[in-house]
Structure formats: C-alpha cells, structure tokens
C-alpha cells in the first residue's frame, strides 16, 4: 500500500500558494511544453507500473490515475461537402453565375418561378396511344437524350436544298460543375403539363450523354438510368407511377454514395432504391433535357466537389 500513499502524497504536493491563488496552466501538448510537468507524468506512470504488478491498489483507481495523464483526444472534425453548385435563378439571368449553356430548344426564366421550358409534344399516333406506360417508359431509355446526338450530327451536316423550319422535339440545358462520384443533388421542380419526359443527372467528360439521369414522365414509373460508351440502362425505377402535375411545387432528392447506392426522394417520402459503379470518376457537370412537356426549375443545389 506504500506505493499507493506515495501516489496519492505526490497528486497532492504542490506549491503553498495554490492553495489561495491558482497559476497559469500550461498545456502539455503544445510545443512549448514544460519540461517538470512531463517529468512529473512520466513519474506518475512508472509508480501506476509498480503498483498494477504489486498488486497495491484498486485496478480501477489505478486505471482513472493513468488516464489522468494521458493527453485529450482531439474530436476530428469532418469536412462538410462543398456546395458546388446553388441556383435559384432569382437573378433573372441563367447566363451567368452559374452560366448555363443552351444545347437545343428554348430555356428563358419565368419571373418569381424559374428556369422554365416548354415543349411542344407530336400528336402520337393510335398504336402509339395503345403502348403501356411502362412500355413507354423502356422504349424512352433506349433514346435518352437523342434529341443531343440528332443536333450534333445536323450541326455536322450541310443542307444543300431549303426545308422548312420544325419544331424541336427536345430543349437541352447544362452547366459545368465539379461533381463528386458521390453527391447530394435537391431540385424544386413544378410540371404543369402531363406530357412529355424530363431527364436530369450528372454527365462525365465533354459528352452530356454519358453519366446518370433521374427520368420523369408524368404518369408513369421515376427511373435512374446509365448512359454510356457500354449502353444505356434502367438502374432502378418506382414501384408506382408518379403524377407532379397538381399545381404544387415538389422537391426531389436525389444521394448516391462511395459504393455506388442511389436513393430518390420526393418531399421527403422515399421511391427510389438503386446501386450502379458504372462510373466511378467524378462528373464534369449537369444536363437537364426536357422532351415534350412544360417544366420550371425553381432551384436547384448539389454538394460535392472532385
């Protein structure tokens, strides 16, 4: 028990003045530690050694004594994602900060809404009326974004007779953004028409075919679709059709983490679940492509950097 007494004498000792008055601390840990405190723990820790192999003391006091000198933990502070893109087009203006490039049909910002476009839908024709939704929806996949690659290859051609003016089937918007392989993407979006399909997501490269699309058409199942060099692909879709087309503003939701798992979310209730590692660089940016309906964007935020 002496070891114990001796421990307890030396917690105790200090300089008669302490006993009215207390002195400025010095902390152990910085670099300008003073050299008879880290003596007096080192001390300290040798006595708590030949009292834990004597046996001389309770091992819990022994224990609550050497974590007295022990340094604190430092709490690791995590970085919070990096806000890399936040729009809610209250400037007026999509041309700059951020600057949104127009790749086919007509964009403009409805005042006190958003950034708006307005497609006018071809009447479809009696077997086309007769096609499931669902079948609408897998036919739809297969020519994501083809309204891009058609105004690519027009742009690439020469017109040798006149032709008369059509109107576009699709209006094409993006902007650049550092997004990370895993981000955190919230849009508000109103519809006010139950037509056409609206496809959003992230694009890799220079190509803004090739990346994620979050696709919409009014009425049938949401879907999460790949798009690359390898093809294109439905990753996940609702269970339920889904209608946006109630004169209400809605906000969806849209996570996929390191491993690739992809959750969907409109106002909060959950309808999509999906896994895809079909891209695992970041993305250069965000595509939104409007096929035949009447869309506003009122804002859109997505968190991630590269």
């Not at 897998?138 to 032709?163: K, P």
């Not at 037509?195 to 992230?202: A, C, F, S, V």
């Amino acid at each position: 028990m002496h070891y114990l007494y001796f421990i307890i004498a030396l917690l105790l000792a200090g300089p008669a003045s302490a006993q009215t008055t207390y002195s400025e601390w010095s902390n152990p840990d910085s670099s300008g530690a003073n050299p008879q405190t880290q003596q007096l723990i080192d001390r300290l820790n040798k006595l708590i050694d030949e009292a834990e192999k004597a046996r001389a003391a309770d091992p819990a006091f022994l224990r609550d004594l050497r974590d007295l000198t022990r340094p604190p933990v430092t709490a690791t502070v995590t970085a919070k994602p990096q806000i890399v893109l936040n729009d809610d087009f209250g400037d007026g203006d999509f041309s700059a900060n951020p600057v949104w490039n127009i790749s086919a049909g007509k964009y403009w910002i409805e005042q006190g809404w958003g950034l708006r476009s307005a497609v006018t839908q071809q009447a479809e024709t009696p077997q086309a009326q007769q096609q499931t939704i669902k079948e609408k929806n897998r036919n739809a996949a297969l020519a994501i974004l083809g309204a891009v690659l058609n105004q690519s290859t027009s742009n690439n051609s020469v017109a040798n007779t006149a032709s008369a003016p059509t109107q576009p089937s699709s209006a094409v918007i993006s902007t650049e953004a550092p997004i990370a392989n895993a981000f955190v993407m919230e849009f508000d979006i109103y519809s006010s028409q139950p037509l056409g399909r609206l496809d959003i997501g992230p694009y890799q490269g220079t190509n803004l075919v090739s990346g994620y699309r979050l696709s919409y058409t009014p009425g049938g199942a949401m879907q999460i679709i790949s798009s690359s060099a390898r093809g294109i692909n439905v990753v996940a879709e609702s269970q339920a059709a889904i209608s946006l087309e109630d004169k209400q503003t809605h906000t969806i939701r849209w996570t996929r983490d390191g491993a690739g798992r992809m959750n969907i979310s409109i106002d909060g209730s959950a309808v999509i679940e999906g896994a895809d590692r079909s891209f695992a660089d970041p993305f250069q940016g965000l595509a939104i492509d409007n096929q035949g309906g009447d869309y506003i964007i009122r804002r859109i935020a997505v968190n991630g950097a590269s």
